[in-house]
């Protein structure tokens, strides 16, 4: 597969997608972008906006197996990853596995369970494997995590730690439609949910391919060096608790790959670079309680250091 096949497949499952979440184009290229460029997704908005809805369209697009969780205060570590049960006919523990074994994961309100469940996540999320037991068990090659969360306003939410909302390639939100794509959005839903009409445009195998396609996208040392001062600085600007770690450098150079051959160019220019640093940067950033109470935001801080970082030719 060359740079146009990869491309146009990319663009088909945008498009499918499309059809269902209405006008949230840009929003569903990133989605599709942190899948191909080997990171997870969290969805963070107000009950409502489609997160879910979002989640299950992409399964549907791509022709990968897919499981959803549903968070809750008593969801259990072996409710995802899956416990070792005595089988008595048999004399021995017969492997059950979790929800986790699957290829796209949807962890629906994550927040919303316990801190030592949220971290069963971790190990999975970097290294595509489990622990269980004491025994090590792999998961899937293109093994995603969409994971969605309320406000952390919300009632009943734990908010995630940081070592957790590292792992993820980007933050993302969906917000309000327009008032004409919300008339459509009824219209779809008189008889049937449109997510049910859904069918794959991508196959397993044609999706091996374009992930092998999009490591092929030309980023110049200039550019590698852009992301470093970039997410560098956020680690010594004024009022920034913590900064973003080199794994926010490395998940903006796979997305700036990702999103590159999505728009049907094969090398990365500064644009995309200033366009990924809201969506990967700004929820790994902390800002001091003065920031805050001043009005002041992790996206607001990410636009003054892009303003005062020389822009490579």
């Not at 499918?16 to 990133?30: F, H, P, Y």
């Not at 197996?65 to 070792?84: A, E, W």
């Not at 074994?101 to 069963?120: G, H, K, M, V, Y």
């Amino acid at each position: 597969m060359d740079f146009s096949d990869a491309t146009d497949h990319l663009n088909k499952v945008v498009t499918n997608i499309g059809d269902v979440i209405r006008g949230q184009e840009d929003t569903i290229k990133l989605l599709v972008a942190a899948f191909i460029a080997g990171g997870h997704v969290l969805m963070e908005d107000v009950p409502g906006t489609g997160k879910t809805t979002l989640a299950k369209s992409f399964a549907k697009s791509v022709d990968l197996g897919f499981q959803r969780i549903q968070f809750t205060p008593d969801l259990l570590p072996s409710d995802i990853l899956g416990v070792n049960i005595y089988d008595q006919s048999r004399g021995e523990f017969i492997m059950h596995k979790g929800a986790i074994f699957t290829d796209i994961l949807l962890a629906d309100e994550i927040n919303r369970a316990s801190p030592r469940t949220q971290s069963a996540l971790l190990e999975a999320m970097a290294e595509k494997q489990v622990s269980i037991e004491r025994e090590l068990n792999r998961l899937s090659d293109n093994f995603f995590v969409i994971a969605t969360q309320n406000p952390v306003e919300s009632h009943g939410t734990y908010p995630l730690p940081e070592a957790q909302m590292d792992r993820f390639f980007i933050k993302i939100k969906l917000g309000y439609i327009e008032a004409e794509e919300e008339v459509t959005v009824l219209s779809q839903m008189i008889e049937q949910h449109p997510v049910e009409l859904l069918q794959s445009v991508v196959s397993a195998s044609e999706i091996t391919e374009i992930i092998d396609v999009v490591k092929k996208v030309r980023i110049s040392e200039e550019i590698k060096h852009y992301i470093v001062d970039i997410v560098s600085k956020t680690r010594s600007y004024s009022g920034v608790l913590l900064g973003a770690s080199p794994r926010a450098s490395i998940a903006m150079l796979k997305m700036a790959q990702a999103c590159s051959l999505i728009n049907g160019e094969d090398f990365v220019t500064p644009d995309i670079i200033q366009e990924l640093v809201g969506p990967v940067i700004a929820h790994r950033i902390t800002l001091d309680q003065q920031q805050v109470f001043s009005g002041n935001s992790a996206e607001k801080v990410l636009d003054k250091i892009i303003a005062e970082i020389a822009v490579p030719a």
